[in-house]
């Protein structure tokens, strides 16, 4: 939509401004002074902002004169605008008369001349290579809107609030693989939520995160499995064998091609909607911009708006800025990735790793993840997974969860894992120790 910002409805976004209390609240964060083609303009602007900000209201045009008086240029006169507040009280109405177009076009306005803002200001950050910042700035141009949510008044949404509580039963639910958790979770983990798994060193985070992605195409959803360790052909294989349960190591004989084609197909057929997309980008380089950008050109080139993203794993991305501390580094990325969960309304899985000492213990908990459990506290829900060397060699291990907010944390479930075609399940073992 191309917006008309003419001197004409310049006038009448003041007038508005200054005459309309729900036009002012929507527009005024908005708004900059200079967006404002005449200095008499953005003086008025600026005068109404200023006196509604210390007596919260309106100021009247004799209250504007009064104020603007003292502020006055050597070149300037107050008649000039008293004048001005004439022609904008006189404003078309047919200018005026639709409220919601024009808040529509202060929006688009201010959402252009926010990012010709970033563009001017990218200039000097582009030459000295701070890329990601200039990233930040462009989408917070782009993010630019009239949000007039002020959220939820407790005594007065009694009704809605209990309908939402009431109706949950009915929410959309992302199962784990494992169902005792699902059952502690009441079917699953939900939208705008962030899942982390926990372990250390070749325990089998990646693969356990393959294995949700399944999980989740098995109940038709779409999801975006990102690397930022492994090739998006191993990732891929990883998949072919889980999906068609033809082993890792038969994949490479051309022989079962074929085979491994008709499974794929028949897995769709059986699951519609499902879908896969796999990414990978160079260790250490992609940032959560980079996961943004990935996102915007999904939507717009290949109409492809995932249910699930999975980030494998959470150390190897690498904070939107600087930050010298590692610790402070991982927590702050691990913000900005719950962050993109509830922008664009899906869930989150990821991974973290403890130390090679977390193999020392027989059960990972938060006691054991020291300054890592910064991560963990920005996620909805984390487990560790734990395996023995003799774990290892019967297929087997233990998951623990270490958060829930939404379902019973602190309990282990057991596991079983088939090597061969890389499938994690439920068994059935009970192991001492368990705390639940």
């Known amino acids: 939509m191309a917006y008309d910002f003419s001197e004409n409805i310049q006038r009448g976004i003041l007038y508005l401004l200054k005459s309309n209390k729900d036009f002012y609240l929507q527009i005024i964060n908005l708004v900059q002074p200079d967006y404002f083609e005449y200095p008499s303009h953005a003086k008025i602007f600026s005068n109404v902002k200023a006196h509604y900000e210390k007596y919260g209201k309106l100021p009247t045009d004799d209250f504007i004169i009064q104020d603007i008086k003292p502020k006055l240029g050597s070149r300037e006169n107050a008649s000039d605008y008293e004048d001005e507040l004439a022609y904008i009280n006189n404003v078309d109405t047919s200018t005026v008369g639709n409220t919601e177009y024009m808040l529509d076009l202060v929006e688009g306005f201010a959402k252009k001349e926010a990012m010709k803002a970033a563009i001017a200001d990218s200039i000097s950050l582009i030459k000295e290579n701070r890329i990601d910042e200039v990233e930040a700035l462009v989408r917070k141009a782009l993010l630019i809107n009239r949000d007039v949510d002020t959220g939820q008044d407790y005594f007065t949404d009694l009704t809605g609030r209990w309908d939402r509580i009431f109706n949950k039963k009915n929410e959309v639910k992302y199962k784990t693989v494992l169902p005792s958790i699902n059952k502690s979770l009441e079917g699953g983990l939900g939208a705008k939520e962030m899942a982390m798994v926990v372990a250390p060193p070749g325990v089998g985070k990646s693969l356990y995160l393959v294995n949700q992605g399944v999980q989740s195409m098995i109940e038709g959803r779409k999801v975006l499995y990102i690397s930022?360790?492994?090739?998006?052909?191993?990732?891929?294989?990883?998949?072919?064998?889980?999906?068609?349960?033809?082993?890792?190591?038969?994949?490479?004989?051309?022989?079962?091609?074929?085979?491994?084609?008709?499974?794929?197909?028949?897995?769709?057929?059986?699951?519609?909607?499902?879908?896969?997309?796999?990414?990978?980008?160079?260790?250490?380089?992609?940032?959560?911009?980079?996961?943004?950008?990935?996102l915007v050109q999904l939507k717009n080139y290949d109409e492809f708006e995932p249910d699930l993203l999975i980030v494998d794993y959470l150390e190897l991305l690498r904070p939107t800025r600087d930050i010298q501390q590692e610790y402070h580094a991982q927590q702050k990325t691990a913000e900005e990735l719950r962050g993109v969960a509830m922008e664009y309304n899906f869930l989150v899985w990821t991974a973290t790793q403890t130390n090679r000492q977390g193999r020392m213990v027989k059960i990972i908990t938060d006691a054991e993840l020291g300054d890592s459990y910064g991560k963990i506290r920005t996620c909805d829900f984390a487990m560790s997974l734990n395996q023995s060397e003799e774990e290892f060699d019967e297929g087997k291990m233990r998951a623990y969860v270490i958060k829930s907010r939404n379902g019973r944390p602190r309990f282990i479930v057991p596991m079983d894992v088939d090597y061969n075609i890389l499938r994690m399940t439920e068994g059935d073992a009970v192991f001492a120790g368990d705390d639940s």
């Open 228 to 294: 930022l360790e492994m090739s998006e052909d191993k990732i891929a294989q990883r998949f072919d064998s889980i999906m068609t349960l033809v082993p890792q190591f038969k994949l490479k004989d051309p022989s079962n091609q074929l085979t491994v084609k008709e499974r794929l197909e028949l897995f769709q057929t059986e699951f519609p909607g499902s879908q896969l997309v796999i990414k990978e980008f160079p260790t250490g380089q992609a940032t959560i911009n980079t996961i943004r950008n990935l």
